[in-house]
Every structure is written in C-alpha cells, then in structure tokens.
C-alpha cells in the first residue's frame, strides 16, 4: 500500500515488510520500522515445481497489506501484514508494538485498518483467510490503541468473510463493512450488523468508502456503486426505528451544482395524504407538493395522468404514500409560470426562479401528522466573484420574468374560456344569426 499521512500532505507512507516513508514526494525513502511481518522462511520460497514454478506471487507472503495513519496525530501508524500480525507506533516510528489480537488466527491477511476519524485510540481491523479454507467474517475492534481488542461480527452471515470496515466520518459508531457478497452496516460500533445490500447485486466489495454524504463501494469485477446522499444512515436511532412519521433533516445543497435538497422521510403504514411544503427563512411558503394513495395507486398500475404542456426535463415531483423510506427533490425553484394545455416548449420553460443560497425548511404532514427539518442551500463555491447581492437580483429579475410570463399565459386562458363560450352559445341557439354573429366574433 502506498498512503498519505492524514495530518501532513507532504508526508507519504509504502510498506513492504517495512514500512517507509517520503517527505518529497517519493524522491528518496526513510526506513521508519523494522520487518512487521512473521517473516516466516516457508512462506516465502517459490512454489510449484520441481520443474515449472507457479510464481504469481498470491503464493509469497511476509508483506505489509495495510496502513492506516491517524486523523488526529501524525505519529500514531497503524500497521497491518498479509500474514496475520498487527502493529502500532505512537512516536512516528522510533518504536512499534505488536498489538495483534490474541483470538486472531494465524495468517489471516490483515486486509485493512481503519483508524477511528473520531477517536486516536480507535481502530477497526478486517482479516481475511480464505485462502485457508476459512470463510468466516473477522472484524476486531480497539478503542484504547490496541491493549484488548472486540470481535464484532455479530449480524454479519457465516461464509460471508470481510474485505474492509470503515468508519462514518460524520457520526460516531457508524460503521459500513464490505463482504464477499455485499455491505453491511452497524449503528452502534459494531456491535450488531445488517444488510444494506438494497438492490446490489450480491457481489465481492473489495473497499468502500465515504465521500462527503455518499458511500462509494469498489468490486471485484463489477464496477463502482455509489449511495446517494447517506444522511438517513447518520440520523437513524433506535427512537427513529420506532417512529410512525419521521422527517430526516435533508442535507445542506449546493446551488446550481446538486440536482435539488433530498428529502427522505419514513412512514411505518401507508398514509392517505402526504404534503411535502418548503419555507423560507420567516416560514413563509415557497411550494408544496402533495401525494394521496389513490394516485399512488394509479401510477403503481401505470395510469398516467395529463401533465399539461410538453417539455423536455422531468415532471412535478410527487411524494410517495407507501410504508417504508420515501424520498422527493426539491429542484430548489419557486412555482412556474402559469401554463395552458398544448403548449410545445423547445427552447424555453415555464420553471420559476432558483431559490437563492440561506436557511430554509421542509414541513411533512402525514395523515394530520406533522415533522419539520431545516435546512440551507449553499452557493456554489466555484463562483468567487458571484455575491449574495448579485443572487438576489437575479432572483427578483428572474421572479417579474415569471410574473409577466404569466400574465401573458393567463391572457391565452382567458381568451380559450371566451372562445369557448362563444362555441357553446352557438350550439345551444341553433340560430343562423346567432352563428354569424358568433363567427364574426
């Protein structure tokens, strides 16, 4: 493994059955640690033979498999080899302790460390022995830098053995493991384990990792998956798991970069009615979008509804009233202009303006049940010379855009209503003075 300290980027770790280190950028290397392996004669030669070698190098042991330094001090290395042994320096390397769990069996291949974001004297280890016909889960759990260590694998399945655990950057105990045959994750350190498999399919998950608000899961021979926005995961309690009605608070969006605020909320039965309303900062309501089960039902049995003008882009988002984990994105846009059937939009739309970056919130009611979560939108970082002021305006231009463009629309509506009338009118005298007059009209 070749790594980078977590506290000093010009720091670079690479292991072999030493560990060394570079501070310019891989230019000349320091030997920091003596051999952290078993070093072990037998593991060692070529195999195969005795005239053909079989020398892919799966066979050879005595190597460092993992390196996880610290968050929080750039002296503590965590170090684990593919022949079952676990060390710790917590002085940079001037000295290491063997701190391999006494239940570990013999060469396991350590097959990755986790050192605690929350806590130095916390590390999470995943070991691996299928290569000795050993299938079984292994993940070990120190929290006072390596003097006892917890297996924690309870929840995990038998023969489904571990490739990696890491720990959620943003919540404490919150742990993602990946398996020969999918993920796992656990709310309390470990100590229970269940699936999160969802829709994957029951693939090897060599690494994952946590970027931002997203989990990212690597295969073995089946791409990348990704987890969108794993904010339920971070908010889930054993209160929320009992919950009839629970709104989640949507993470914060950025402006112009996300699609919209992902609101997810849980309804442990199915509700008749559910209103999903978005307010600004006085609680005044920008939108709402409500849902009945009669509709869900409908599109459930492929029933289609008229949405109005043809344009290219999705529809009104509506909120789900089935049991379970619900989830709407709110485009962040204030109501459209008002539309007319038949309308064909090839190079415009009716959407109204983008709300501009501060603090807001999402009301959910739920069969007279009410939850509230705030919220904020965020400026696109990348806009330097893009101020608040500047977003305002904008936004106030973008609104009497909106405003006249309804008043023009409404006009068509008007005059579709007269004429309407008029044809009526007609038909209902059966007059020939009254058609011509209605003609001429």
Sequence with gaps: PIVFSRTDPDVLYAGSQHLWKSTNGGQSWERISPDLTRDDPKTMGPSGGPITKDQTGVETYATIFAVAP?????????????DGLVHLTRDGGRNWQDITPKDMPDFGR????????????????????????????????????????????????????????????????????????????????????????????????????VEEKDLVIGTHGRSFYILDDIAPLRQMTAEVARAGVHLYGPSDAVRSVDRGVAVYYYLAEPA??????????????????????????????????????RRFGGGTPTPDTDAGLQRLVWDTRYPGATDFPG??????????????????????????????????????????HVTQADLEAQFELATQIRDRTSEANEAVLLIRG???????????????GVTRAGDAF
């Design 70 to 82: 610290s968050h929080q001090d750039g002296n503590v290395i965590w170090v684990g080899s593919d």
């Design 110 to 209: 350590v097959s990755l460390i986790d050192a605690s974001p929350h806590d130095p004297a916390t590390a999470y280890v995943s070991v691996k022995r299928y290569r000795q016909d050993d299938r079984t889960p292994y993940i070990w759990r120190t929290r006072d830098y390596g003097r006892t260590w917890s297996r924690i694998v309870n929840g995990i399945r038998d023969q489904d053995f571990v490739h990696a655990v890491r720990e959620d950057p943003k919540r404490k105990g919150l742990l993602y493991a990946g398996t020969e045959h999918g993920v796992y994750v656990s709310f309390d350190d470990g100590e229970h384990w269940q699936s999160l498999g969802l829709e994957l399919p029951d693939v090897s998950v060599q690494d994952l990792v």
């Design 272 to 309: 008749d009615e559910v209103t999903l309303e978005f307010l600004d900062a006085s609680g005044n309501s920008i939108i709402s979008f409500t849902g009945r089960r009669d509709t869900t039902e409908a599109k459930a049995a492929g029933e289609e509804e008229d949405e109005g003008p």
């Design 343 to 384: 309308m064909i939009l090839w190079a415009a739309r009716t959407s109204g303006p983008r709300a501009v970056p501060g603090s807001y919130s999402v009301r959910l009611t739920a069969d007279g049940t009410t939850r509230t979560q705030p919220f904020r939108i965020l400026k696109d970082p990348r806009l330097t």
């Design 418 to 432: 007269i004429k309407s009338q008029v044809d009526e009118r007609i038909e209902a005298a059966g007059d020939d």
